[in-house]
């Protein structure tokens, strides 16, 4: 399939001028300024607070509830070239009679910050000039695991309200095609839209389309073609607070339009606002469920594994409605 189109015809797409060096730099400082919690403790989870909580549950009305996830990918694609390996590591072998207890046991290994499986970063994952988030020295980094900043961070998991911007539904296209753009005026303009508003706490959800292109046209080499956000959508998530952004893709555009960064929202998200990161996470299952009920917000539940020393964390995000 080509390049998606609007009901007249034309192509639509964004397209942003590269952004040189002093740009971005420019861009990181002013997010750090505002980050919720520059000292690097828990990073924009401060922003989650009872309050925030107590408010999200009363996004609760049908009681539905839906995984953000998608299903862990074990065969290899151009995606996905070390898939999560599972096996089982006992197969009982039962009377002939059928009687008896058995057990069967397995074993699954997976590389977290892949192209296919949906996953959680951890503030220690990104290190920008020597450090990682607030400050904190990438020395913190050992080879028996981080030593601060992991995703244990999140181990009393993040509850909050959940919004999801649809952007391809704010284009009247199926999905952003690779190398594409959302702008923080396409957040502003989706709001608009859907009519829900991004608020301080909320854990905010972008869709791309990503998913859905996969499934329709078969994956791709997504570690060097793929949409995402501009650099400058991350001033939206700044001046939001929001707490934790989630997407069907990398959240990240390839090629990067940072000259010298090739992970431009990944640095200005994780590093300079201390934002939690789920990448490659599904809304197709999600996304009939909030026209349906003609909203798009809702309580979210995520629950990173508890791994104390770890950099991310395979993750199901339930959104409950």
Same mark, same amino acid.
């Given at each position: 399939?080509?390049?998606?189109?609007?009901?007249?015809?034309?192509?639509?797409? +964004?397209?942003?001028?590269?952004? %040189?060096?002093?740009?971005?730099?420019?861009?990181?400082?002013?997010?750090?300024?505002?980050?919720?919690?520059? %000292?690097?403790?828990?990073?924009?989870?401060?922003?989650?607070?009872?309050?925030?909580?107590?408010?999200?549950? &009363?996004?609760?009305?049908?009681?539905? &509830?839906? &995984?953000?996830?998608?299903?862990?990918?074990?065969?290899?694609?151009?995606? +996905?070239?070390?898939?999560?390996?599972?096996?089982?590591?006992?197969?009982?072998?039962?009377?002939?009679?059928?009687?008896?207890?058995?057990?069967?046991?397995?074993?699954?290994?997976?590389?977290?910050?892949?192209?296919?499986?949906?996953?959680?970063?951890?503030?220690?994952?990104?290190?920008?000039?020597?450090?990682?988030?607030?400050?904190?020295?990438?020395? &913190?980094?050992?080879?028996?695991?981080?030593?601060?900043?992991?995703?244990?961070?999140?181990?009393?998991?993040?509850?909050?309200?959940?919004?999801?911007?649809?952007?391809?539904?704010?284009?009247?296209?199926?999905?952003?095609?690779?190398?594409?753009?959302?702008? !923080?005026?396409?957040?502003?303009?989706?709001?608009?839209? =859907? =009519?829900?508003?991004?608020?301080?706490?909320?854990?905010?959800?972008?869709?791309?389309?990503?998913?859905?292109?996969?499934?329709?046209?078969?994956?791709?080499?997504?570690?060097?073609?793929?949409?995402?956000?501009?650099? +400058?959508?991350?001033?939206?998530?700044?001046?939001?607070?929001?707490?934790? /952004?989630?997407?069907?893709? +990398?959240?990240?555009?390839?090629?990067?339009?940072?000259?010298?960064?090739?992970? #431009?929202?990944?640095? /200005?998200?994780?590093?300079?606002?201390?934002?939690?990161?789920?990448?490659?996470? =599904?809304?197709?299952?999600?996304?009939?469920?909030?026209?349906?009920?003609?909203?798009?917000?809702?309580?979210?539940?995520?629950?990173?594994?508890?791994? #104390? !020393?770890?950099?991310?964390?395979?993750?199901?995000?339930?959104?409950?409605?």
């Amino acid at each position: 399939m080509g390049t998606p189109t609007r009901p007249d015809g034309r192509p639509h797409r +964004n397209r942003h001028p590269m952004q %040189s060096r002093i740009e971005f730099r420019a861009l990181y400082e002013r997010l750090r300024a505002q980050a919720v919690d520059p %000292s690097g403790g828990r990073g924009a989870l401060a922003a989650i607070t009872p309050e925030t909580v107590r408010a999200a549950a &009363t996004e609760v009305r049908s009681g539905r &509830t839906v &995984t953000l996830a998608a299903p862990v990918e074990t065969r290899p694609g151009p995606d +996905n070239p070390h898939p999560a390996g599972h096996r089982l590591t006992s197969r009982p072998e039962p009377a002939a009679d059928g009687t008896g207890l058995h057990f069967a046991t397995d074993h699954f290994g997976m590389h977290v910050h892949g192209d296919a499986d949906s996953h959680l970063d951890a503030l220690c994952h990104v290190v920008y000039d020597g450090t990682l988030h607030g400050g904190v020295p990438a020395a &913190t980094l050992t080879i028996d695991g981080a030593t601060a900043l992991s995703v244990d961070l999140a181990g009393n998991g993040i509850v909050g309200r959940g919004v999801l911007l649809d952007i391809p539904r704010l284009r009247e296209v199926p999905w952003l095609e690779p190398g594409d753009h959302v702008s !923080a005026d396409d957040l502003v303009a989706a709001e608009h839209a =859907q =009519q829900v508003h991004v608020g301080p706490g909320d854990l905010l959800f972008v869709r791309v389309g990503h998913r859905r292109r996969r499934t329709e046209t078969g994956p791709w080499d997504a570690a060097h073609s793929r949409a995402g956000l501009h650099p +400058n959508a991350m001033e939206f998530l700044a001046a939001r607070r929001v707490a934790a /952004l989630g997407g069907d893709g +990398n959240n990240d555009t390839a090629p990067s339009v940072t000259d010298g960064v090739d992970f #431009p929202v990944h640095v /200005l998200a994780v590093h300079a606002l201390g934002l939690h990161l789920l990448d490659y996470l =599904q809304f197709e299952d999600l996304v009939p469920l909030c026209e349906r009920e003609r909203r798009w917000s809702f309580l979210c539940v995520v629950a990173p594994l508890r791994l #104390p !020393a770890a950099t991310g964390s395979p993750v199901n995000p339930i959104a409950i409605l």
